[in-house]
């Protein structure tokens, strides 16, 4: 059986069964789950393996490369900068970024890139994993692109793309990038052990991941072969897995969709700040963060999900199907494998996960969805 170790208050000791049993019973290798109650940590717990050797023990300091539960935490930058009077989410990102103003764009306003709706959900040029570490590459590219689909009609998940396009914006406002602008505004005050763009001191304790079980490849053709041209760039141009995100140059670069590398207690934190915890954002705010965009069966990942979904400015909610709790208005954000961050401000709940044993689900991964259920049942 898995040691593991960590704080728990005793009302919440149905979640340290839970995360035990992800163990003993769900596949996990090396994990930490955090949750806080009106911003006070309530657990914080941690276990397992941190390599598939099994020759390091998860730790309370362990980091995990986290996908894309990184993008709520770029959203986050962005909402500080709107709070600034910097940021207008009804303007044109060519207002900030007049490159963008290209291929029809002219007119397309920022929020549109927070809810995934920019219709730039793939890069239409061959590209290779090394292309994403060179970010005047990529936002050229899609800044001069055409959009694949009707800016504003539907979403469309902008699984590798979010994290330039927000990020451009995010560095043309500050001109700082998002590695930066996070560390300075938000995670060196307040001391979240969180970043994007790791630095080489801090990789011995980065945990390795593990991909998930591999599809056939019958089936995945089948799946492909059905998928809008715009959700097969989103998913393929490049592939990204484990192996990749195992890499030093991958850790090292700043990719605001993906690589946030973070602790369970730091993903909480972050996620907590856009519920409002700490009262840096206040009630409108709050509520501007998780305006929904309309739901909509998701041209890239709907299909996988199989119902409808809505994204708000920057998150999913959680909706009826109670993604993030039972709450609907709840919200968060998966990353591949199983990480999470959830906010429910009504609850005073916030939830961080980290994992390294990829699970094969687009989202709501069971361990994921144990561990939220044992927390509002203790509530």
Known sequence: MTEVQGLCEARFKGVRETFQQNFDARGELGAAVAVSVDGEPVVDLW?????????????????????????????????????????????PVARYWPEFAAAGKEELPVRYLLSHRAGLAGLREPTTVADLYDWE??????????????????????????????????????????????RERVTGPLGIDFTIGLPESEGSRVAELLPPRATAGSEQSAVFAQLHPA??????????????????????AELPALNGHGTARAVAALYGLLAGERGVFGRDAVDRIREGQGPCLDLVVGAGMGR???????????????SYGPNPRAFGHDGYGGSFGLGDPEAGVSIGYV???MGPNIADDPRKMALIDAVYAAL
């Open 47 to 91: 276990g397992g393996w941190a390599d598939a050797a099994r020759t390091r023990r998860w730790e309370r300091d362990t980091l995990a490369n986290v996908w894309s539960t990184t993008k709520g935490v770029t959203a986050l930058l962005a909402h500080l900068l709107v709070e600034d009077g910097r940021l207008d989410l009804d303007a």
């Open 137 to 182: 590459l990529t936002v050229s590219r899609l800044a001069a692109t055409e959009p694949w689909w009707e800016p504003g009609s539907r979403s469309g998940y902008h699984a590798l793309t979010y994290g330039f396009l927000v990020g451009e914006v995010i560095r043309r406002v500050t001109g700082r990038t998002t590695g930066a602008y996070l």
């Open 231 to 252: 959700a097969i760039a989103a998913l393929s141009n490049p592939v990204v897995g484990a192996a990749d995100a195992n890499t030093a140059p991958w850790r090292r």
């Open 308 to 322: 409808e979904t809505e994204i708000a400015l920057g998150c999913w909610l959680s909706g009826p199907r109670g």
């Open 355 to 357: 994992m390294n044993a």
